[in-house]
């Protein structure tokens, strides 16, 4: 989950790094248009590389193509409102990076982009720099899977919103799927520890064997314990009671309880063949309650089937779309880009990263499942 999550951080980059590179090309080609306009040469050719560089923009994020009162071609960001292509001048997206003009500065993590738009009035300063809210096209999309799109007052996010937020994203993450599975982890390490070393009043006694074979309970107080935790943070240099901090990343059955089994709490007393306390543990396994490990991991599957099957049937319907739009566009000359065709590859790439976290997660519970066995 965590390489899927630096995988679209690092398309989203790419992808930046695209647009700019298109709309200062478009900007270009507007200026040879209107050159060539001047010497009354035919700048048919000029336009179609124009065209073509405007389907390249549309397929990163949704594009409105108008013209300005000179009868210059313009592009604005459909989400954001932002202008970034007036006549011969274009603006600029940056992720992880810096961006900074006369009116002020903003600075871009690497799951955000920041967004200079050109002046709308000419002659006027270029508004300050910001954090943008595309949401549409392959960054829309990357975006959207990193948590870091916001939306208007009465629209939802779709339910991939966050899906592969990283942690430094701490506005998303808890909702993530890696976040989930962390949760899934800190459950199963919470409730076998509980059971392993008891701790609190009235809690109930559990019992290992020592080095000679002689059963020891685990004092049920975190002041002076005996035995060792079952689960522990094997990426803490030192280790608490009970351990903290324990995600789907570091989570480790204990190296002590590996290199002697004795050291399992496996009764609830000291007589000979007391095998309840396993049992307990064992028994956790089937518990669905919420905020369970099962229960929580049980949750999460069933969403992520929906946000399967909602990013199959969208990408069917946007592609439906693109098609139809298609047709129009290519039946006339010099019409607006449509936003269609940006939604089917925001579908697409939605699908595909919901196709992959799918297979990871239960590659990660299996092994978690497995160190419980």
Same mark, same amino acid.
């Given at each position: 989950?965590?390489?899927l999550?630096?995988?679209?951080?690092?398309?989203?980059?790419?992808?930046?790094?695209?647009?700019?590179?298109?709309? $200062?090309?478009?900007?270009?080609?507007?200026?040879?248009?209107?050159?060539?306009?001047?010497?009354?040469?035919?700048?048919?050719t000029?336009?179609?590389?124009r065209?073509?560089?405007?389907?390249?923009?549309?397929k990163s994020?949704?594009?409105?193509?108008?013209?300005?009162?000179?009868g210059?071609?313009?592009?604005?960001?459909?989400?954001?409102?932002?202008?970034?292509?007036?006549?011969?001048?274009?603006?600029?997206?940056?992720?992880g990076?810096?961006?900074?003009?006369?009116?002020?500065?903003?600075?871009?993590?690497s799951?955000?982009?920041a967004?200079e738009?050109?002046?709308?009035?000419?002659?006027?300063a270029a508004?300050?720099?910001v954090?943008?809210?595309?949401?549409?096209?392959?960054?829309?999309?990357?975006?959207?899977?990193?948590?870091?799109?916001?939306?208007?007052?009465?629209?939802?996010?779709?339910?991939?919103?966050?899906?592969?937020?990283?942690k430094?994203?701490?506005?998303?993450?808890?909702?993530?799927?890696?976040?989930?599975?962390?949760?899934?982890?800190? $459950?199963?390490?919470?409730?076998?520890?509980?059971?392993?070393?008891?701790?609190?009043?009235?809690?109930?006694?559990?019992?290992?064997?020592?080095?000679?074979?002689?059963?020891?309970?685990?004092?049920?107080?975190?002041?002076?314990?005996?035995?060792?935790?079952?689960?522990?943070?094997?990426?803490?240099?030192?280790?608490?009671?009970?351990?903290?901090?324990?995600?789907?990343?570091?989570?480790?059955?204990?190296?002590?309880?590996?290199?002697?089994?004795?050291?399992?709490?496996?009764?609830?007393?000291?007589?000979?063949?007391d095998?309840?306390?396993?049992?307990?543990?064992?028994?956790?396994?089937?518990?669905?309650?919420?905020?369970?490990?099962?229960?929580?991991?049980?949750?999460?599957?069933?969403?992520?089937?929906?946000?399967?099957?909602?990013?199959?049937?969208?990408?069917?319907?946007?592609?439906?779309?693109?098609?139809?739009?298609?047709?129009?566009?290519?039946s006339v000359?010099?019409?607006?880009?449509?936003?269609?065709?940006?939604n089917?590859?925001?579908?697409?790439?939605?699908?595909?990263a919901?196709?992959?976290?799918?297979?990871?997660?239960?590659?990660?519970?299996?092994?978690?499942?497995? $160190?419980?066995?």
């Open positions: 989950l965590t390489g999550s630096t995988s679209v951080q690092h398309d989203l980059s790419v992808q930046v790094g695209q647009v700019n590179q298109d709309l $200062a090309h478009v900007a270009s080609l507007n200026q040879e248009i209107a050159n060539a306009a001047t010497q009354h040469v035919q700048p048919n000029l336009i179609d590389q065209n073509v560089i405007l389907g390249q923009l549309s994020l949704g594009i409105t193509v108008g013209t300005n009162t000179h210059n071609l313009t592009v604005t960001d459909s989400a954001t409102g932002a202008l970034l292509v007036d006549g011969q001048s274009a603006g600029s997206l940056a992720t990076a810096t961006l900074t003009n006369a009116a002020g500065s903003v600075t871009a993590s799951w955000q982009v967004e738009g050109l002046p709308g009035t000419p002659g006027t508004p300050a720099p954090i943008a809210s595309i949401t549409s096209g392959q960054i829309g999309a990357d975006l959207t899977l990193l948590g870091s799109t916001t939306y208007g007052a009465g629209v939802s996010p779709p339910n991939t919103f966050g899906a592969l937020a990283p430094a994203n701490t506005a998303a993450y808890g909702q993530s799927l890696q976040g989930q599975l962390d949760q899934v982890a800190s $459950a199963l390490a919470t409730s076998i520890n509980a059971l392993q070393m008891p701790t609190g009043t009235g809690a109930a006694p559990a019992y290992y064997l020592d080095a000679s074979g002689t059963p020891k309970s685990t004092a049920p107080s975190t002041a002076n314990p005996t035995g060792v935790p079952f689960f522990v943070n094997a990426a803490a240099t030192a280790q608490t009671i009970p351990p903290s901090g324990i995600t789907a990343a570091n989570i480790a059955v204990n190296p002590a309880i590996l290199n002697s089994p004795y050291e399992i709490a496996a009764a609830q007393s000291a007589s000979a063949n095998g309840t306390n396993a049992q307990a543990m064992a028994d956790l396994g089937q518990s669905t309650a919420p905020g369970s490990a099962v229960g929580r991991y049980s949750a999460q599957v069933s969403a992520l089937g929906v946000v399967v099957q909602g990013a199959v049937s969208s990408q069917t319907t946007g592609q439906s779309l693109f098609t139809q739009a298609q047709s129009m566009q290519e000359s010099g019409v607006s880009i449509n936003t269609e065709f940006a089917m590859n925001q579908y697409q790439d939605v699908y595909t919901a196709a992959k976290v799918l297979t990871a997660m239960q590659a990660m519970l299996q092994s978690l499942l497995s $160190a419980v066995q």
